[in-house]
């Protein structure tokens, strides 16, 4: 294991959970062990692991690129995150009405669907 590795998994269990990642990690196999070390080094021990920006920020961040490229199956993943990154479901609406303005209406308004679903399985008003 890398230093970015070690680092990039403690940063992992911050922000995701270490429910969410030990469910990952007991469903790696040998196919997608080179992906699994890839995001663990790469997205989580190089980018979320940078502190120029704050967690808060880097999740707004996400989840607009998220809406706007239309990779909408990783948002409730990442609206879940936001309890450990501090960012309120008013920075999440604001980050998806940029995308509503910049990237397309219809991509907006799934990933609010999509974040309000998630917001009521946890139990967070809105």
């Known amino acids: 294991m890398t230093d970015r590795f070690e680092k990039g998994m403690a940063t992992r269990r911050a922000v995701l959970g270490d429910a969410h990642v030990d469910r990952a990690e007991a469903a790696k196999t040998d196919f997608d062990t080179p992906f699994q070390t890839l995001i663990t080094e790469g997205a989580w021990g190089t980018l979320w692991a940078d502190d120029t920006i704050s967690r808060r920020e880097r999740s707004m961040l996400t989840l607009a ?62």
């Open 65 to 126: 690129l998220l809406a706007a490229t239309g990779n909408f199956e990783e948002i409730p993943m990442h609206i879940r995150a936001t309890q450990n990154t501090g960012a309120t479901p008013q920075d999440v609406l604001q980050a998806f009405l940029h995308v509503a303005v910049y990237a397309g209406v219809p991509k907006a308004n799934h990933a609010i669907k999509l974040a309000k679903q998630t917001y009521a399985e946890m139990g967070v008003e809105i």
